[in-house]
């Protein structure tokens, strides 16, 4: 585990200064400059935090590589000057997170605490400085920001074949039906990257723009050179519930309303995608089974409807057992809950290593939590899904991922990946 200076809890120590604000208009155009490394993002429907700046960092690896994140963050945190005049969660200090999906790769696992961070919820707006402790001024917005440059453009953009072809990943998709079909697991859940370059230098701003857009009932998120709008929470952790959306099976829209509540209405009744989902539904049960006191798992899913696709989703709920202290925060359910079987399969570790093997690269940060916490482990974790990893100032690698089971065709589920990958294509290109 790595740590920057300015995180490390034996120096000075850090305040945190909450103030509210009026109401500051759309989050996203906050964001003062075009860097995709200091840029954090995770707003909804208007709602959430963005953040720019580095005060603290910490960069671990391996297997441990969340809980190491959880634990030096409750150190910094318990260590820091806190004043807090709104008293909401996503006030306070708040550290913002991604992780690998394996433990095994390089991208390793990265929380950031911002310089500042802009929030809304419920009607409440705030603003929250963070910086070496002392007396001083009120912050305002205005100061925080600084010099603002103009959003631009990526000009033109060209995609490649990532680790795979288009064709070598079908093929790929058929030798993983082929071991499901002997009985070795039950699914594996199959990614593809695809690789854009741009004309221009990328300004983070205009994806998150786009995407925020294009898929507002999404999680749209940036952190540490990760972007994305994901429609699947992975846990939400608030005043001890917790919440997880599932979301497995999946059918792409046509552009036509009728055709599209045909489509909708076969995706609840097919058997395939119905098998799918529920081994998902169980695996975040038996994850969370540990940690609640008790907990919801819905009978039936519906059907969420997206611009590019429909998925089958289902929301479970708990309440955290608080036995021990306060209980694990919302880092420590996510390092719990993931893998999920919506990300890798089932058996999750057995189909985790079939697609290490069948997908030929390593997913990097993709399908893996991203998110963040506040000082109190109250936080929201999503799967890095519909997203990228800006590589360069002009390179950009997407992900999209499909669950494979015996009934899948090779080429429905390109077709898929395709939809998937529509997203990070039309945030680059619009």
């Not at 959430?48 to 994140?69: C, E, K, S, Y």
């Not at 991208?107 to 961070?117: D, H, N, R």
């Not at 002392?134 to 995609?159: I, Y």
């Not at 992975?234 to 919440?243: E, T």
Request: charged fraction near 20%; hydrophobic fraction near 40%.
């Amino acid at each position: 585990m790595s740590t920057a200076p300015a995180g490390d809890p034996a120096r000075a120590p850090l305040l945190a200064r909450t103030v509210p604000i009026a109401d500051p208009g759309d989050l996203l155009d906050l964001l003062p400059a075009p860097d995709a490394a200091t840029t954090a993002s995770w707003v909804r429907r208007g709602d959430g935090l963005v953040g720019w700046g580095v005060a603290a960092r910490v960069d671990t690896l391996g297997r441990t590589r969340m809980i190491d994140a959880d634990a030096w963050w409750r150190r910094t945190a318990a260590s820091m000057v806190v004043r807090d005049d709104v008293r909401v969660p996503g006030t306070g200090p708040v550290a913002f997170g991604s992780f690998s999906f394996s433990r095994r790769s390089a991208s390793g696992g990265t929380l950031i605490v911002p310089q500042v961070v802009v929030g809304r919820r419920d009607g409440r707006s705030w603003l929250t400085v963070v910086g070496p402790a002392g007396l001083g001024p009120t912050p305002s917005l205005a100061q925080s920001r600084g010099d603002v440059t103009p959003v631009t453009a990526p000009g033109e953009v060209s995609f490649t074949d990532g680790a795979l072809t288009s064709e070598e990943w079908q093929q790929a998709v058929a030798e993983v039906i082929a071991t499901i079909r002997s009985g070795e697991v039950e699914k594996v859940v199959m990614a593809r990257d695809v690789v854009a370059r741009t004309t221009a230098d990328l300004d983070v701003r205009h994806l998150l723009r786009n995407l925020a857009d294009q898929y507002p009932t999404c999680w749209t998120f940036a952190v540490d050179s990760l972007v994305g709008a994901t429609p699947e929470l992975l846990v939400r952790r608030d005043q001890g519930l917790v919440a997880c959306r599932v979301l497995a099976g999946t059918i792409q829209r046509t552009g036509d309303d009728a055709e599209d509540l045909r489509h909708a209405a076969e995706l609840a009744r097919s058997s395939k995608d119905l098998g799918e989902h529920e081994l998902a539904v169980e695996s975040v049960a038996d994850a969370l089974g540990p940690y609640c006191s008790s907990f919801n798992v819905p009978e039936s899913p519906f059907v969420l409807h997206l611009p590019n696709v429909m998925h089958l989703a289902s929301d479970v709920t708990g309440v955290i057992d608080r036995s021990s202290s306060d209980g694990p925060s919302s880092l420590a359910l996510a390092a719990a809950l993931h893998p999920t079987a919506a990300v890798g399969g089932t058996p999750t570790s057995r189909a985790v290593e079939v697609l290490a093997t069948a997908e030929r690269m390593d997913r990097g940060r993709y399908a893996a939590p991203v998110g963040w916490m506040g000082a109190d482990g109250d936080g929201e974790w999503g799967i890095a899904l519909r997203s990228g990893e800006v590589t360069g100032p002009r390179a950009v690698r997407i992900f999209a991922g499909c669950g494979i089971v015996a009934a899948s065709d090779p080429v429905a589920e390109t077709a898929e990946s395709e939809a998937k990958l529509r997203p990070m294509r039309s945030a680059l290109t619009s």
